[in-house]
């Protein structure tokens, strides 16, 4: 693992600060940051950011290195094979211009940087999903040096995935404030099945924050709607979590062992950068230097930068209705005060005072649920309010506003000026010094020798320089010990301070001031260009990784499929998905090659404990009997997050099943899978889509724990049929899988959006007639299940099928089609296994004339399906443009 600075146990945690533009930057450097992370124009899960070019990376690394301050640059989106070489050529580029760290999300690029650039520093992007203890340790068998953890943790469960993984020394980042992601971040698809905006691609749409509205009903044998109900809800953004703010609980989190406090917001002004990170430093200084309290003016100051409402999140133990906003998904400013009146002839507003906080002239207001538009009216003060009694004030406002109606203030010129002066004249301690340990020599010769530690008990960088000829014999009065320490510890006007110093010099020679202060000032200068030459590698190292990335590239990577015949595969497997017994046993009956049984999909929810693994184990072992008997493959498919109180139990329970005979498991999750190979070294293990195999790096980095892989939905038929012929040329021998036919899983989050209407463990166990889901503006529902860990998996509104392209899938060397059945009633599994055994055994057994007609199938198939069909990304590939 790449050596990294990282705070030390027992200090601060870092103050990890978001830059979306060079503006933001210096924001975040001026109010106090310790790191900053930045995206370039590519490779960035946030490209709808201004974000950096080339030459704006090298200029930040620079500012920030000569003040001390580390940068850390996102890679985090997944890439496709054609992308590849640009993005390693990148990763060269960014070492050899001393980038302190890299965000990455795609496994794929995660190897190829350790193979070619092993001196790199790698973080886990929260894209990676990184939720559990196994997680972590897989992390640091692959070489990176921090994670930053999926935010749906809990503290507790932070400090238990630290004491598991001490040993590993890699660091835990966690969000400290900023907005929230509904869905666990890297396996949300709900921009990319709405509008084909894959946040993994960094152009998430953000669907997140529109309106919805929740609907139950009954289905069919088929699962299709029947009867459709509308439930009235407190706010139909069912969908938009509140915004972090931990300001209140950094006591806890700087006793932790959590390595880095991450600020969120790398499309918010600089403004707001410095606002924000500026209450960070002040508070976390405070804490460091003694007894602290929450100041409420800070407060007040966190909420005017922007808030949706503050949350302390699943971090503090929060859940449900306590992280989510679902009245409004905007900035909602800092209330102050209630209107009591409206003037219909002066066209004034009255408003009762609820704090401190008056407005005035240019300042943004508003004023809920007044106006012609039901959710408010905002507007700037172009008027000073007047006042009309101890705590009420008077102002005109351009409409009618109802009494009762709350006051926001969203935008304050004031707080605005201070963050401008955050920005341009940093307060005095705000900007974390340099530390430097200072040893001055002079000689008799009058030589001035000035050597000096940076960092020291960090880095421990050393840096010298001489000036001659400064000093000479005093004549009158000498330069005495005191004066010369005075005259060097001087530091105004750069980054350093001055920790230490130690002088030997014998008091009879005398100097100029305006040459020591030259002296002092040269040494400094050359103290910063070594702290940025130090993070840079030298050339013969940069050379080294060139050649092996060269070596790499020998046989180029493709960005097209070759014309001309392809190989002949095997005829494809079936293989179906589904979460009940009887489901299992109508598959098995109608003809798939191998059962993936997930019990606990939906249904009641289930505390961890005794209860849950007794039910699971039982269900288990039934369903491998079914298929066992029926002469067909069996794997249970854990599901996807498994906090370690989960994994715990799938370990326990994967103990009683693998002594009972079975041999396979199902997997989402890179942890879960190092986890279950650690205890059980045979066990069969086939990946699912949680892994998302977006290249053939990627499946390359998962051959050796895995025989079948399923490839990411996302990708289009040319780029599937790249990874798979680059995955064959590379060596790999796995069976790459495709999924297509299914009500496709878009996310999967901690919250349930039905439970304002009726709780879970209040309806009937297995209710088949039962469905709860949300439709958006444009009439579309997407189903809604509830796991056994009572955790919401969002389905796609319209079902995935590609049995039409069954023979492209095959030629393409596709050996497995999933039938993704979980959710879906045991009708529905024999129809559609029936459906794709006939289209399977037609076309992979029968001579031309003789095949099924696969669009009179895709017909069956239409009267089974819910909200109609779609190809999904097979052939419109994902949309890459803003």
């Known amino acids: 693992m790449p050596a990294e600075q990282v705070p030390e146990i027992g200090k601060l945690p870092e103050l990890l600060a978001p830059a979306g533009s060079p503006a933001a930057f210096r924001a975040a450097v001026a109010a106090g940051a310790d790191a900053v992370y930045l995206s370039g124009k590519r490779f960035g899960a946030r490209k709808f950011a201004a974000n950096f070019s080339d030459g704006e990376i ?57 193979e070619v650039v092993p001196g790199l520093v790698l973080h886990a992007s929260t894209q990676m999903t990184i939720h559990n203890s196994a997680g972590v340790s897989w992390v640091a068998e692959e070489g990176l040096s921090r994670v930053v953890l999926a935010r749906e943790l809990s503290l507790e469960e932070v400090n238990q995935i630290a004491a598991e993984t001490e040993e590993t020394g890699v660091g835990l980042e966690v969000f400290a404030h900023g907005a929230l992601c509904y869905c666990y971040s890297g396996q949300c698809l709900l921009s990319s099945v709405i509008g084909g905006r894959s ?75 410095a606002l924000v990170v500026s209450t960070y430093r002040k508070a976390l200084d405070s804490i460091a230097a003694g007894p602290w309290a929450p100041d409420p003016r800070a407060e007040r100051e966190l909420l005017l930068a922007f808030n949706r409402g503050f949350t302390s999140g699943y971090l503090l133990g929060k859940r449900y209705g306590s992280v989510m906003g679902r009245d409004a998904p905007d900035n909602r400013g800092l209330c102050i005060g209630t ?24 300042d943004g207001l508003w004023i809920a649920g007044g106006g012609d538009d039901p959710s408010g009216i905002g507007f700037l003060l172009n008027n000073t309010p007047t006042r009309t009694g101890k705590d009420a004030i008077a102002f005109a406002i351009p409409e009618k506003v109802r009494a009762g109606s709350k006051v926001y203030m969203t935008f304050s010129r004031k707080l605005d000026h201070h963050a401008r002066q955050i920005i341009g ?58 004066e010369l320490r005075q005259q060097l510890v001087k530091t105004g006007g750069t980054p350093f301070a001055v920790r230490n110093i130690r002088i030997e010099y014998n008091e009879n020679l005398s100097a100029p001031l305006a040459l020591l202060n030259n002296a002092r000032r040269e040494f400094f200068r050359h103290s910063g260009e070594m702290l940025v030459s130090a993070s840079r590698p030298a050339a013969p190292e940069v050379s080294e990784a060139r050649q092996r990335w060269d070596a790499r590239c020998s046989a180029p990577f493709s960005e097209k499929p070759k014309e001309g015949k392809r190989k002949s595969q095997k005829p494809l497997r079936i293989l179906l998905c589904t979460d009940t017994i009887e489901g299992v046993r109508r598959a098995s009956e109608a003809g798939c090659d191998e059962v993936w049984f997930e019990p606990g999909f939906q249904g009641i929810c289930r505390p961890p404990g005794t209860i849950w693994q007794s039910i699971n184990r039982e269900e288990i072992l039934a369903a491998c009997a079914i298929c066992r008997k029926t002469g067909i493959e069996f794997k249970w498919k854990v599901p996807k997050i498994a906090h370690d109180r989960e994994l715990k139990d799938i370990l326990d329970i994967l103990s009683t099943c693998v002594s009972e005979g079975m041999t396979g498991c199902c997997i989402e999750n890179m942890g879960t899978a190092s986890a279950l190979i650690k205890r059980f070294p045979s066990i069969n293990l086939s990946g699912f889509t949680g892994l998302n195999i977006f290249n053939h790096v990627a499946a390359g980095a998962c051959t050796d724990r895995f025989c079948l892989l399923t490839i990411s939905s996302e990708l289009s038929r040319d780029e599937m049929e790249i990874l798979i012929r680059e995955a064959r040329s590379s060596g790999s021998r796995c069976t790459f899988a495709l999924v297509v036919e299914a009500l496709a899983e878009a996310g999967v989050t901690e919250d349930c959006p039905a439970r304002p209407v009726r709780h879970c463990r209040d309806l009937p166990k297995g209710d088949p007639g039962d469905f709860y889901g949300i439709r958006d503006s444009k009439g579309r529902v997407f189903p809604v299940t509830r796991d056994a860990s009572c955790r919401t998996h969002i389905l796609n509104a319209v079902e995935t099928c590609l049995i039409d392209s069954l023979p492209e899938i095959a030629r393409m060397g596709i050996g497995g089609i999933v039938i993704d059945a979980r959710g879906r009633p045991p009708a529905y599994v024999k129809a559609m296994t029936g459906i794709y055994r006939e289209a399977v055994d037609s076309w992979g057994q029968q001579p031309e004339g003789a095949r099924a007609d696969l669009s009179k199938l895709k017909e069956r198939i239409k009267t089974l399906a819910w909200g ?5 990304s097979f052939f419109r590939g994902l949309r890459e443009e803003q």
Not at 77 to 90: F, K, S
Not at 203 to 214: E, G, M, N, S, V
Not at 868 to 872: D, E, V
């Open 58 to 114: 090298e200029e930040a690394i620079t500012f920030a290195h000569e003040r001390g301050v580390r940068v850390y640059v996102t890679v985090n989106t997944l890439l496709h094979d054609r992308e590849l070489p640009g993005a390693v050529e990148y990763l060269l580029w960014l070492w050899s211009v001393g980038v302190d760290a890299l965000l990455v999300q795609d496994t794929g690029l995660m190897r190829l940087a350790r």
């Open 199 to 273: 946040g993994n691609r960094g152009i998430c749409a953000q669907p997140c924050r529109k309106p919805y509205t929740l609907v139950t009903g009954t289905i069919d044998e088929y699962g299709r709607p029947v009867t459709v109900k509308e439930h009235a809800l407190p706010g139909p953004y069912l969908l938009s979590p509140m915004d972090l703010c931990t300001y209140r609980h950094l006591p806890e989190l700087v006793s932790s062992p959590v390595a880095s406090l991450k600020i969120e917001g790398r499309m918010k002004s600089p403004e707001y950068v």
């Open 339 to 362: 209107v009591t009146g409206y003037d219909n002839g002066r066209r004034t507003v009255t408003v009762r005072l609820g704090g401190q906080v008056i407005p005035e002239t240019g």
């Open 425 to 482: 004249h940093p307060p005095a301690g705000m900007q974390r010094p340099v530390p430097v340990d200072l040893s001055v020599t002079v000689d008799g010769n009058g030589t001035l020798a000035i050597g000096g530690v940076i960092l020291p008990g960090t880095r421990n960088l050393q840096a010298r320089w001489r000036a001659e000829n400064i000093f000479s014999p005093a004549r009158s009065r000498p330069l005495f010990r005191d």
């Open 868 to 872: 109609g069909l779609t190809a999904g």
